[in-house]
């Protein structure tokens, strides 16, 4: 068989490059991370080839002369250097066609390589909407590669570029050897074919939209700005409780029927008690959260698509020069959000190593999406549903103020560790794109994903924990005559009672403490976890449960713990891996478990006085 065609996409960030990706690929895209790498590596199958071909999202740069590893992933691949990976057989040159001046300069060094490149103008339809207008052709010509024009976001926008992939694969063009880019006296003459070629082949107008720049200068106002940016993540957080509450109701009222016809279905014994204790209400204890975490996907891909988050990082960059950072740490805390092992590997974009490390230590302490199902369940157990001052719920308050507690501590661990080192300041330069409508293609394809993501931790990670716990939980069982509960003679149970003096200062019962060790693998087991420990020991209803057995201060120190505690070991790897030291890793892991284990009694200790 031969071998299929590979094509690479190139680009600087905000190009519109993932946009193109995802409608070249759809479905049929795959995400990994390069092989010794913690780089994020797409790659999906074109459709309409005959001998197959593939397509590479390369991650953005400006330039091939490189300042982070991200962008050196990128350099290597282009230039055929990096070993686990084939030299593309075509490069795709993106282009904000709304700012081609500054896409130009990466093409122009990518044509001194002597590689088959083909130039895609994205966001065609945006640019002449501002009245920009490029003569194609002329450029096509005077560049000696094909030009195409795309809009990313729309079904068809991307049909040309398609038939152009087509027609490389009927006649492509074999150039095994790499050029290299020259390094010096370069640069200036590209300014000047970058310039002849602007005045010769594109008309546009001499200012961007006044209303972009009077949108600008309210939302990037250094004070109003950062009100905006407080206002939007509090709408965030209680559209995650009001919207998500009919259909979490829906789910939750489908898992106990479920639960209840088995019981009526089969009869008493281990299979029954395994299906409805085991699988049901540990799997069904977690999916029910699942709402919560589109609402809050959705509105992250809302604020990426329409430009503003890179805003926000520039906003955000002189308030978090005061504590050790800068604008660039914005993307990958906030990426730690989602999870802390992409925002640990997005860190590579950050040019200052002791900006990077610390970034590193702090970014496990924004909340991840994996202890939205803690909160959300603690919350809705002991939190009333009532209005605060007549707009805001209280329980949308109760995990906005959850959130920006691990963003405070992040602020302090990073003030800290900065006051014991000197740093050489970096200036944040970045491109900001122009404001769009979010595409409502882009953003279905990233909550598929997210969906996917977590759904096929449900199946796979959380089952087989649920299913292991349901075990260590009934076996063995309770010998004649016993005077205390089944579940308090399993391993389980066993385990739970020799923890418990240990976390006694911090008021967790044992039943508590059996949770925390699941929940290394991933936070939301913790739920799982306690649905199968209560379901076995003979309750149903987790939340009633927990509200009528715990108390508040209880709540809010096992709250407290999951804000600070490392979010998994995966996280701890891919700390590891960053680094490459066993000793800051040590560091991360000792730290936020110390923290966690003093946050949890302070807030209990507290607590108790004021209950």
């Not at 209880?554 to 996280?571: D, E, G, N, R």
Request: net charge neutral; hydrophobic share 50%; proline share 5%.
């Amino acid at each position: 068989m031969s071998t299929p065609l590979r094509f690479a996409l190139v680009g600087n960030p905000n190009c519109g490059k993932t946009s193109l990706f995802n409608r070249l690929t759809g479905s049929r895209a795959k995400v990994a991370n390069y092989p010794g790498v913690t780089v994020e590596r797409r790659i999906g199958a074109l459709s309409g080839f005959s001998s197959g071909a593939e397509l590479l999202d390369l991650p953005g740069t400006y330039s091939l002369t490189v300042t982070s590893p991200d962008e050196q992933v990128a350099r290597d691949i282009i230039l055929g250097k990096m070993g686990s990976e084939t030299l593309p057989d075509a490069l795709i040159a993106v282009v904000d066609a709304t700012n081609l001046r500054l896409g130009l300069r990466l093409v122009m060094e990518l044509k001194e390589l002597n590689r088959p490149l083909i130039l895609v103008l994205n966001q065609i339809d945006a640019a002449h909407k501002r009245g920009i207008e490029i003569n194609t052709a002329g450029l096509s010509q005077a560049l000696g590669v094909p030009v195409v024009e795309t809009v990313a976001v729309h079904n068809h926008g991307a049909d040309a570029l398609l038939q152009t992939l087509k027609d490389f694969a009927a006649n492509p063009r074999d150039t095994d050897v790499v050029r290299l880019p020259a390094e010096h006296g370069s640069v200036e003459n590209s300014y000047h074919k970058i310039e002849s070629l602007m005045s010769q082949f594109v008309i546009q107008p001499d200012h961007s939209p006044a209303w972009q720049d009077k949108l600008d200068a309210v939302v990037m106002h250094p004070v109003l700005g950062l009100f905006i940016l407080f206002g939007i993540l509090l709408v965030i957080f209680q559209a995650v409780f009001a919207w998500a509450a009919p259909v979490m109701e829906v789910i939750e009222a489908g898992t106990e029927f479920l639960g209840e016809s088995v019981l009526n279905i089969l009869p008493e014994g281990i299979l029954q008690d395994f299906l409805v204790n085991g699988l049901i209400a540990g799997m069904g204890g977690v999916v029910v959260f699942l709402p919560q975490i589109v609402i809050l996907f959705f509105f992250i891909l809302i604020l990426e698509d329409s430009g503003y988050l890179t805003r926000a990082a520039f906003l955000l960059d002189r308030p978090m020069r005061g504590i050790g950072l800068s604008g660039r740490s914005f993307i990958p805390l906030l990426s730690s959000f989602a999870c802390a092992v992409p925002g640990v590997m997005a860190t590579r974009t950050i040019q200052d190593p002791l900006e990077r490390m610390i970034a590193i230590m702090v970014a496990p302490l924004m909340t991840c999406s994996a202890r939205l199902p803690v909160y959300a369940l603690i919350i809705a157990a002991f939190i009333p549903e009532q209005t605060v001052l007549g707009i805001f719920n209280l329980q949308g308050l109760t995990l906005f103020a959850l959130y920006l507690a691990g963003i405070v501590s992040a602020s302090v661990v990073a003030w800290v560790m900065r006051r014991r080192q000197t740093r050489e300041e970096f200036p944040l330069l970045l491109e900001l794109p122009s404001y769009r409508w979010p595409m409502a293609y882009h953003v279905m394809i990233g909550l598929r994903q997210r969906t996917w993501i977590f759904l096929r931790r449900v199946g796979t990670i959380i089952l087989a924990l649920s299913i292991v716990l349901w075990f260590l939980a009934t076996y063995p069982a309770a010998p004649e005559g016993a005077t205390h509960s089944a579940i308090e003679y399993s391993f389980a149970g066993q385990l739970g009672i020799w923890m418990q003096p240990l976390f006694a200062p911090l008021g967790f019962t044992w039943e508590m403490c059996i949770a925390l060790i699941p929940a290394m693998a991933a936070r939301e087991v913790a739920v799982s976890a306690l649905a199968t420990v209560y379901a076995v020991g003979g309750e149903s209803m987790l939340g009633e449960t927990i509200g009528n057995s715990w108390g508040l201060p209880v709540a809010l120190a096992y709250l407290a713990w999951f804000v600070y505690a490392p979010q998994c070991i995966a996280t701890i790897a891919v700390v590891r891996r960053e680094t490459n030291s066993r000793a800051q890793t040590a560091f991360f892991t000792v730290y936020l478990f110390a923290l966690a284990y003093f946050a949890a009694w302070a807030t209990y200790q507290i607590a108790m006085l004021w209950h």
